[in-house]
């Protein structure tokens, strides 16, 4: 029997915008075909130098109006947020085709341009944070002081999901919103907030259901104390 050709590692995926119902293709990864050799405390993943990143192709960016967002935004407007958007981004857009290979360049302005899209629209907290911390695995990658920036401000929007509870219909839960702030809290050398973070997690009603967040949030919880006290 003739053996089956393996599946492409990449594929175009069709999706339509939200904000102007344009139908286009994107790429994508298969996740089969991108193993992380190794995943950092805050889950940034690390892939072969050289290969495939699928984070490289979370965002989907129009290439009719300009609006980029990640299967994660929610399919709502609020009311003026469409035409704030056409007025912001749309109107300035030149035709660009993102849905091919990307270089570092292109994946970058990809996410900006999904940062500015989502706070332009009003998306969750939850999902402004993701795409803040994901550009900032992005910047991890290239050693640039850009990281800590984008760090900062997926902290701030973080803080603010958990403030608001606005983590429901997201891939966030409550533990890994606190999880994920108390550990770029440590990140950025704040280390009595990150153990006050780490101390919610040990005392969540949920603890035993997400017991790889509490035994994550137990381990960084000691190593931020050891960083504390030698300071």
Partial sequence: MPTKEPRPAMYAQSVTC???DHRFKTMKVRSRRATPQTIDSDFCPHYEA?????NHYH???CPECGFAFSQDFTDDFPPQ???EIRKQISAKWERRDFGRIRDLKQVIESYKLAIYSAALKGEKHAIQGEICLR???????????????????????LEDSYRHSDFGGT???EMKVLYLAGELHRRLGQYPQAIAYFAKIAEH???????????LARQQWRATAEANRAQ
């Fill in 171 to 173: 891939p966030l839960s």
């Fill in 18 to 20: 939200p904000l102007c």
């Fill in 135 to 157: 550009l900032a695995w992005l910047y991890r990658e290239e050693r640039s002081e850009e990281e800590v920036r984008f760090l900062r401000l997926a902290l701030a929007q």
């Fill in 81 to 83: 947020a469409k035409e």
């Fill in 205 to 215: 009603p949920n603890r035993s259901h997400e017991r790889g967040i509490l035994n």
């Fill in 59 to 61: 965002i989907s960016v």
């Fill in 50 to 54: 050289g290969g495939l990143n699928p």
